[in-house]
């Protein structure tokens, strides 16, 4: 389907309650339905705020944000939400069985689903060598889950819903360099149609988008191919030689 989920910042600022400065400043790119647009920069230079105005946990201060060319603002929440899948930067699950942990937010799932979701999530091998795989019981919410593992139960999380914008904020930083490969691979011909936005810190996992924005500080440094920034940006060459 064309033009389902592209979206556009405009001279986004935006500013914490209370805060003194506004941690983003005239933010304006687009991601594109069918590309993956990649976000880099050093911690704290606002990639998760960037990511949250999206579902509009908060509001902008002055600019916009469009979806297919409407303002988020005249979407009804519902609506909004339902269009995105968003996996926050530290895995949010909880005590219970993983078919549960992944099937939450979509209660109707079939085991099916979930088992396609833990597929395209590289998540399923290490799912079914639990005793009683994907109706094994996750104990304190995964106290015993590497950080990679709660990463990909994660993902899987969002695919059973099957939204037309994801959202994956640092996601893949705690896997290996081919997990992380293989992942996005899949993912990508999983999700071909729909708008993929991905934080990352390592240029590893932003290096084929088709479109990466380098964010300093609160600003747009840059918005290129890796082929391009590596040429023309002086912050993507510092993090690339980092
Ligand atoms: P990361 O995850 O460490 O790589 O950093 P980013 O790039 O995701 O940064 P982000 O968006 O979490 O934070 C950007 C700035 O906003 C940073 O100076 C911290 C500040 N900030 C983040 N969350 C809040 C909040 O809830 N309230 C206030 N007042 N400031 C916040
Ligand atoms: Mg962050």
Known sequence: EHNHGRIEFKDVTFRYEGAEKPVLKKISFTAMPGETTAIIGSTGSGKTTVLQLIPRFYDVESGEILIDGQDIKNIK???LRSKIGYVPQKASLFSGTIFENIAFGKEDATEEEIYTALKTAQA??????RGKGIHSTLEQAGVN?????????SIARSLVRKPQIYLFDDSFSALDYKTDRILRDALKSETAEATLIIVAQRVNTVKDAEKIIVLNEGEVAGIGTHAELLENNKIYQEIVAS
């Open 145 to 153: 889950l590497s950080g990679g593992q709660k990463q990909r139960l």
């Open 124 to 129: 399923f091998d290490f799912v079914e060598k």
């Open 77 to 79: 929440q519902s609506t």
